[in-house]
């Protein structure tokens, strides 16, 4: 595979786990998952980890995955290079475990007594990222090995920090988040 159809396949393949934090973002708020309660004197997970947050960007990366699975023909078509498609299982996989993992690493960060919105460079960045792989591999092994090569993983490690931030950065200058990252 050439370097460029390695980098859109990381892409297309990453892109149902990154809408999930976005469509959170502008649908968080409600309860909180953790429903208030604390453990060891800091929250469990904090405010900013909502079931309605969760509930929408797992919806919204699965639609995704349905959408970008009808658009894959014309898209490979026009690229010239093969797209992965998105079987249910692995659709609901990467949008969930990417939620997952951000409640997880909100969990950790809890626990390191950094407050709610506190940066954690490399976790804040990395911890969607993850979630998904690792659940994308547990539900669906086949699926995951055939799409996710070695330079596949490399280029979503690389190029993921670096679109979060940017992405962070345009959501916090439009004023949908209280914080640059
Ligand atoms: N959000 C949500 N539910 C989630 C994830 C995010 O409601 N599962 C919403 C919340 O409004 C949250 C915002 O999206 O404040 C930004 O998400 P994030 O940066 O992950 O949360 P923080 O507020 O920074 O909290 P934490 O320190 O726990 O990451
Ligand atoms: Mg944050």
Do not use: C
Not at 67 to 90: E, I, K, N, T
Not at 132 to 155: M, R
Request: net charge neutral.
């Amino acid at each position: 595979m050439s370097w460029l159809a390695v980098i859109a396949t990381a892409l297309w393949a990453m892109l149902p786990a990154y809408v999930p934090n976005n469509a959170a973002v502008l649908a968080g708020g409600g309860r909180p998952i953790d429903g208030g309660r604390s453990w060891g004197g800091r929250r469990v997970l904090g405010d900013g980890k909502t079931w309605r947050g969760t509930a929408a960007g797992t919806g919204a990366g699965t639609v995704l995955a349905l959408a970008l699975d009808a658009l894959a023909p014309a898209a490979s078509d026009a690229l010239g290079m093969p797209l992965p498609g998105f079987p249910l299982s692995a659709a609901v996989a990467l949008a969930l475990g990417a939620m997952l993992g951000d409640v997880a690493a909100s969990f950790i960060k809890r626990r390191l007594d950094r407050d709610r919105g506190a940066p954690v460079p490399g976790l804040d960045q990395l911890d969607f990222v993850v979630g998904a792989l690792v659940a994308a591999a547990l539900a669906t092994p086949g699926w995951f090995a055939d799409t996710f090569t070695f330079p596949v993983i490399a280029v979503v490690i690389v190029a993921t920090p670096l679109l979060h931030v940017g992405t962070n950065a345009i959501a916090y200058g439009l004023g949908l988040k209280d914080e640059p990252y």
